[in-house]
């Protein structure tokens, strides 16, 4: 641990808060829309969505449990909830069930038939997760999967958010070109050494196949001059994990700078503020807060849990996390 490293959590964190209110006015927008919106990326409202929110319920329970505690993450997801930062419907669904008395453990294998939701809503918001466990891969992904669990209990968002967390761990200890061959061996062993959490925390059997190709396809793009169109294609921009994840990291590593990698990644269109947040949390992890653009920074919101405070729950999550080492 050194001191670069707070600089990264604290630009984790914030990264992640700029990609979502960057991305926010152009959410649901094509490629070709949010040209129009866009010009050279000047930051428009500033505005966070619920993408930051959960992300900032996720990194309080972290720091006030100093570790993982489901009922309480759960609580603060319902206390912070403010429905104009639009959240996603299953997400909505499951806060409103557990807020009216469900089980924080049953209330996310109620929605979708059954199923659970694979949305990217437990991947958008798993930053903190990514930042306090980077040091220990297996722990990373049972909290990644623990903390999925409260809204999202289908394998695949589960093993989108452990793969968003894993991508900003590797980010933060200066991985970038060898990400990709990282990101397989990581699902590969989730398939194969922790098939036992996965039956515990799924509604339905493991099947990481989908973030194998995803990863393959991403090499091969990577490996190539691809246009933004076959981006959108063959990885996706929507609101599934799945769609979204990959893309993210794609993002990261396609570009050389914090705003590069932001801008591309909204740019693409589709679920802007998610893709955005998502490629702002690696980014951050990866260049540090210092190398996020201060016209962007100034133009976050302020406010009780505005930029001020998101940055002090990255301090307070590095000083945890250096005790604690
Ligand atoms: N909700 C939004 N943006 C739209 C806001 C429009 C709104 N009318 C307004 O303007 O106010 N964004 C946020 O939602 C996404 C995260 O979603 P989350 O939390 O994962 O929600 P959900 O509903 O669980 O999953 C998202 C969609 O994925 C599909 N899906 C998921 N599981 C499924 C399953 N088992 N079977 C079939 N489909 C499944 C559904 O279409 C879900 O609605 C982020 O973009 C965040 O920014
Ligand atoms: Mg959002
Ligand atoms: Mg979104």
């Not at 959960?54 to 505690?69: D, K, P, Y």
């Not at 980077?134 to 989108?160: F, M, W």
């Not at 970038?176 to 098939?195: C, E, Q, T």
Request: charge should be neutral; include cysteine.
């Amino acid at each position: 641990m050194n001191t670069d490293l707070k600089a990264k959590f604290t630009g984790a964190l914030l990264g992640s808060a700029i990609g979502d209110a960057l991305g926010a006015p152009v959410e649901g927008y094509s490629m070709e829309k949010v040209k129009a919106v866009y010009g050279e990326g000047e930051m428009k409202a500033g505005r966070y969505t619920d993408d930051t929110e959960m992300m900032i319920g996720v990194a309080e329970s972290l720091i006030a449990n100093r570790g993982f505690n489901g009922a309480d993450m759960a609580l603060r997801f319902i206390l912070n909830y403010d429905a104009t930062r639009r959240y996603g419907p299953g997400s909505k669904e499951v806060l409103g069930r557990i807020h009216a008395g469900e089980s924080w453990r049953e209330a996310s294998k109620q929605i979708f038939g059954g199923e659970g939701s694979y949305g990217n809503g437990a991947a958008m918001r798993i930053a903190p997760v990514g930042i306090f466990y980077c040091d220990n891969a297996e722990l990373l992904r049972e909290i990644a999967y623990k903390s999925s669990h409260i809204t999202h209990s289908h394998v695949l968002g589960k093993e989108g958010a452990a793969l968003q967390a894993y991508s900003i761990a590797l980010a933060l200890h200066g991985h970038k070109a060898d990400m990709p061959s990282r990101l397989k061996g990581f699902v590969k062993d989730v398939s194969f050494k922790n098939i036992a959490l996965a039956k515990e925390y799924c509604t339905i059997g493991t099947t990481n196949d989908v973030y194998k190709e995803k990863l393959s396809k991403l090499e091969q793009l990577l490996g190539k001059q691809t246009a933004k169109a076959e981006l959108i294609t063959e990885l996706g921009t929507g609101e599934a994990a799945f769609d979204s994840v990959p893309t993210a990291i794609y993002s990261f590593i396609h570009a050389n700078s914090f705003k590069d990698a932001v801008m591309y990644a909204i740019r693409l269109g589709g679920d802007t503020d998610t893709i955005g947040a998502m490629t702002g949390a690696i980014s951050g992890a990866y260049y540090g807060e210092a190398a996020i653009p201060g016209a962007w920074l100034d133009n976050l919101e302020e406010g009780a849990k505005g930029r001020s405070y998101i940055k002090r729950l990255g301090a307070e999550l590095y000083r945890i996390k250096i005790q604690t080492s």
